[in-house]
């Protein structure tokens, strides 16, 4: 049986990676949050390949080392995480890439995923709020398993949150009505009627998020019938 390293043994090569060079990139792309290193995501996914360990995981999320809550969601058991955990971890998210990377790598794919998903579309934290979006578009991309049925409630939520004109809010919403029309074909038209309904509510982040999305299936699928 393969032991798992110690949460002090993972933050020890974290803290060998770290690069100010690295850390001076991520800021460029407005990446914040406490205590960061500046360690690529390519080491973090080294480091966390083989390793499978829900108490090691809770263990370096507690560390509240921004690399470290990285790699938790890496090496986290998806099976182990309640929803009380979900809770706990996604008030904790301080930065973009945090948000995105733990809803990819483990939230997506935790047992009580599909409950908290509309449940966090209307709160108002921010990291909160986006992490709802950027799980339905992770979803359609690595949850094949989730039903069109369950993809289509999600429209609703894109329409209701569109003039949330926070930035990362509406990135997400963005990118999540980009990607349900980009991957799931079965829904792409009725992704095309809720960009053009979001399009009519006629507040600026409604239109950026509506006209982008419609711009890009218009070059991806030949759509034209835009408003």
């Avoid at 973009?96 to 483990?106: M, Y």
């Avoid at 709802?132 to 992770?138: D, G, H, L, P």
Wanted: aromatic share 8%; net charge negative.
């Amino acid at each position: 049986m393969t032991v798992s390293p110690s949460a002090n043994d993972l933050l020890d090569q974290l803290r060998a990676l770290s690069n100010t060079e690295t850390l001076a990139s991520q800021t460029r792309f407005g990446i914040v949050g406490h205590e960061r290193l500046g360690v690529s995501i390519y080491d973090l996914r080294r480091i966390a390949k083989g390793i499978k360990n829900h108490t090691l995981a809770l263990e370096l999320w507690q560390t509240g080392i921004h690399e470290a809550r990285i790699l938790a969601s890496m090496v986290d058991d998806p099976a182990q995480v309640t929803l009380a955990q979900l809770e706990a971890w996604v008030v904790e998210f301080d930065s973009w890439d945090i948000c995105d990377i733990v809803t990819d790598e483990l939230f997506i794919h935790a047992p009580d995923m599909l409950e908290v998903i509309p449940q966090w579309a209307v709160r108002e934290e921010e990291y909160v709020k986006r992490a709802s979006f950027a799980m339905i578009a992770a979803i359609v991309v690595h949850r094949k398993d989730v039903s069109d049925d369950i993809i289509r409630s999600y429209f609703s939520l894109i329409e209701t949150a569109a003039d949330d004109n926070r930035n990362f809010v509406k990135k997400a919403v963005n990118w999540a009505l980009r990607n349900i029309g980009k991957w799931k074909p079965s829904l792409r038209s009725e992704a095309i009627a809720c960009a053009n309904r979001v399009l009519s509510q006629d507040s600026p982040s409604a239109r950026w998020i509506a006209k982008d999305a419609l711009r890009e299936f218009i070059k991806k699928f030949g759509v034209t019938d835009e408003i």
